[in-house]
C-alpha cells in the first residue's frame, strides 16, 4: 500500500508531493510521480506538518469533563473526581479513552502519553483509533506493602502482555508521583527501567505543597529525591515541573530528563508560580506540552495549549520576544523531545506520521507567517487529515465510529456522575 | 416578519420555543406556537445564548494578523504596524473590518467596541454584515492643536454623518490614550460626551510605563488624571486597566464607568501585571472582555479568550475558584456591562440578538455542566446561527459573501505588507 500527496506545502520547502510506501515518508519533492497502485491524497489548499505529541493526559477523563470546575483542589478530588474514579470499570475507561482519541484526531495529536488505570482499555482504544500512545499502569502505593506488590506484579504481568499490542502502544511505568510512591517501589521502577530500556512517567514539582513535603520529609527538593532513588534519567519524563529551581533545573540537564509542560492545568488548578520555561531551554533540557486530563483543562486541543504556553511564558519573563511561535510549534510537535515522539520532521526515511492543515480557513486569512498563525490564531479545527504509521486515520475530519463513541460516552459519563 | 424557534435549550430554563416580532422577544415557553407566517428555525440539539459582546478591538488589523509576532513593543510598532497602518485606506479598512466581523459572526460576537480610523469604511462594513459595533473616530494630537482641531471638526462632522446608518451603528468617542490626547482635547471630548450622551471608549493603564509618565507628568495616576479632566463617567469605557491601583479601583466604582479587560493581549504583549479582577469585582465595578487587535492576539474568537481570562485570573489569585464560569460567561455576553451590549438576558421584550449553539460537538462531550463546557471547552466554532436584530445573519456556519471577503483581504494584507 502506498500512498501519494499531491501538493501539499511544506514550510520552508514549497509546493511538493510526497510518497508514502508501508510506514515510511520515502520521498518529498515539487515533481515526484505516484508510485503503482497509489491511492492519491489531495492536499491543494494544505500544509504538510509532523504531527502533535501530548506529554501528559489522563485521557479516560473526558468522562468528567466539566464535572465539578472552579472548586478548591481537595473538595474537589474527594467530592467529585476521586468517588467518580473509583466507579469506572475498565469498559469505561475503554470508551472515555476511544472519545479523548477522537478529540486529539481531530486537534492534531498523533501520540498522546497517558497516564490512568485499566491498561488494556487503554491500550484496545489507542490500537483501534489508529493513532499512537505511552500507557503504564499508573503506580500508588500509599496503602502499604501489599498494595506495593500488586503494582509490581501487575509492572511485570503487563510488560509480558504488551507485546499483544502493534507498535504504536508504547509501554510505560506510571509511578504517580513521589508523595504517593514509596521509596523502595521506586527504587524498584527504576532498576525495572533499566533493565527493560522502559520510559517513566511522573508527575514532579506541581504544587508547593509537594515541594515543601518534601523537603520535611527527605531534606531534599522533589528532583533532587527522584535522582536519589535512580529514578531521574533520559528514559524518564517528568510531568508539570512547575516549582523547580536552579538546581534542580541544572541537575535534570545533568541527566537528560524531559519536562512536560501543561500550562492550561497549572493555570487552571492555580498551583501558583509558571513553568520555569526560559530557564529549562537555556539548559538545553528536552521539553514537551501537555493537556493535563479533561478534568482540569477542559479539552484536549493541543493548539489552543499552545497559544497559551507562549503567552504564558512571555508574562511571566515580562518579555514578548520569549518562546516565539517557531519555538512553540517544536515543542508541540515534539521536535524537543525525542523521548516522547516519533517523528518530528517531515522528510525521506521517516516514520510517516503527518497532519495535512487547511490554509484557506477565515481565522488563519491572510497569511503573513503560518507559523504565527497555527500557534496564535488556529485551533484543532484546521486539521483536516492524519496519517500515522502510513494509514489514512482521519479525512476531511471524519473518523469512523464517531457517533457510537459519542453516545456510549455520554452514557457512561451519566452514570458516573449520578452514582 | 417573525421567526419561530423550535425546541432550543436555554440554560435553567429548559427545552423551549422562542417567538420573535420584527427585532423583539415576544415570548419563550415550552409550547408555543407560532405566528402566522413565521420562519421556522429547527433547534434540536442546540443552545439558546446571547451573543457575545467584545468590549474592545481595532477590527481592521485582521489584514496584519501575524505580521510581526514575538517582537520587541516599540521594534514592532515602528517597523511593522506603523507603517503598514500609514498605507490602510477608507477600503482596505472596510474590508478589514468585514473580515473581522466574519471572524466575530462565526465565533459568536454580534456587538463590537472599535477603534480605528476611517469611520464610514468601519460602519458600511457593519452595516452590511448585519451585526452591532461602537465605532468611533480615533483622536491623537501629538502632533499638536492643528491636529487636535482637525480631530474635533472630524469627530462633530461624523457625529452629524452618523445618521445615514442604522441603530447597529453606534456612535462613540475613541480618544486614544492618556499619553497621545493632549488635556485640553480631552476635556473637550468630556463636554461633548456629556452634551450628546454619547460613550467614551480609551485605553487606560495599559502598560507600566503610561503610569510612570503619568504620574511624572500630571503627579497623579491615570484614573486620577482621567478623572480631573471629565471623563470618568458612567458613559466611559477603558480597555485595559491592569495597572490600577485600589485607589483608582476605588474612584472608578464611584464614578461608574467600565472595565474591559483583554486578557490574551496583555499577555501576549508581556505588559506586565494582570488585570485585577477580584479587586474590580469586588468594587461592583462593570466588566466587559475584549480581544483587542488580531494583531496583538491573533483571534477574535471571545470563546477562546473567555477561558485564558478565567485561567489567569485563578493563577493571579492563586485560587482554582476565583472567577467561575458562569461569572465569566455573563461577564462575555455583556451581563456585567450595560454600557456596552443590548442583550444579555432571553427573555419576552428584550431585543432579538441570539446565538444557538450547537450541543452535540465531541469537544463538548460529556454535558455534565453545559456552562462550564462553553468556558473551558469550546471555542467559537460551536456557534451555529446568530441572530441580531431579529434577523438571521448566519445559519449552519453560514454568512453570505465569505468567499469574496476573504479574496479581497488576502489582496490587500499582500500589498500592505510588501508596501
Not at 165 to 190: G, K, M
Not at 201 to 212: K, R
Not at 250 to 266: H, M, Q, R, W
Request: aromatic share 6%; charged share 20%.
Amino acid at each position: 500500500m502506498s500512498l501519494w500527496i499531491h501538493n501539499a506545502w511544506i514550510p520552508n520547502q514549497g509546493q511538493v508531493n510526497i510518497i508514502i510506501e508501508e510506514n515510511i515518508i520515502k520521498a518529498i519533492g515539487p515533481d515526484l510521480a505516484p508510485l503503482p497502485d497509489s491511492h492519491r491524497l489531495d492536499a491543494e489548499h494544505m500544509v504538510a506538518v509532523p504531527g502533535l505529541i501530548n506529554g501528559h493526559t489522563h485521557a479516560a477523563m473526558t468522562l468528567l469533563r466539566g464535572y465539578g470546575d472552579d472548586m478548591p483542589l481537595m473538595e474537589w478530588l474527594e467530592t467529585r473526581i476521586w468517588p467518580a474514579e473509583a466507579r469506572l470499570s475498565e469498559e469505561d475507561v475503554y470508551w472515555g479513552t476511544k472519545l479523548a482519541c477522537l478529540e486529539m484526531m481531530r486537534s492534531g495529536t498523533v501520540m498522546f502519553h497517558d497516564m490512568y488505570w485499566n491498561y488494556h482499555g487503554i491500550a484496545r482504544a489507542v490500537e483501534e483509533m489508529g493513532i499512537r500512545a505511552g500507557v503504564g499502569a499508573i503506580m500508588i502505593d500509599v496503602a502499604g506493602p501489599d498494595q506495593a506488590n500488586t503494582f509490581k506484579k501487575l509492572t511485570q504481568q503487563l510488560w509480558e502482555e504488551t507485546s499483544q499490542y502493534s507498535s504504536r502502544i508504547r509501554y510505560e511505568l506510571s509511578p504517580h508521583a513521589i508523595y504517593t510512591v514509596s521509596t523502595d517501589s521506586l527504587r524498584w521502577l527504576a532498576d525495572f527501567s533499566e533493565k527493560n530500556d522502559v520510559p517513566v512517567h511522573i508527575h514532579l514539582s506541581e504544587t508547593f505543597q509537594e515541594v515543601s513535603d518534601c523537603l520535611k520529609k527527605y531534606s531534599v527538593r522533589p528532583a533532587h529525591y527522584l535522582n536519589d532513588v535512580g529514578l531521574l534519567t533520559p528514559r524518564t519524563f517528568l510531568a508539570h515541573g512547575v516549582h523547580l529551581d536552579d538546581e534542580e533545573l541544572d541537575l535534570i540537564a545533568e541527566k537528560g530528563a524531559t519536562l512536560v509542560t501543561n500550562p492550561v492545568s497549572n493555570l487552571k488548578l492555580a498551583v501558583g508560580g509558571i513553568f520555569p520555561y526560559s530557564e529549562a531551554a537555556k539548559r538545553n533540557i528536552p521539553i514537551a506540552l501537555g493537556t493535563d486530563g479533561t478534568a482540569s483543562n477542559n479539552t484536549l486541543d493541543l493548539f489552543q495549549d499552545l497559544k497559551t504556553f507562549a503567552l504564558i511564558q512571555k508574562h511571566a519573563d515580562q518579555d514578548p520576544t520569549t518562546l516565539p511561535a517557531q519555538d512553540a510549534w517544536d515543542i508541540a510537535t515534539g521536535a524537543r523531545a525525542p523521548l516522547l515522539g516519533v517523528t518530528s520532521t517531515l522528510a525521506a526515511g521517516e516514520v510517516a506520521d503527518l497532519l495535512l492543515l487547511r490554509r484557506d480557513l477565515l481565522e488563519i486569512t491572510p497569511e503573513h507567517d503560518l507559523v504565527s498563525n497555527l500557534v496564535y490564531a488556529a485551533t484543532g479545527h484546521v486539521v483536516d487529515t492524519m496519517i500515522v504509521d502510513g494509514r489514512v486515520v482521519m479525512q476531511n475530519r471524519h473518523v469512523p465510529g464517531e457517533e457510537e463513541i459519542l453516545h456510549e460516552a455520554r452514557q457512561r459519563a451519566h452514570k458516573l456522575a449520578g452514582g
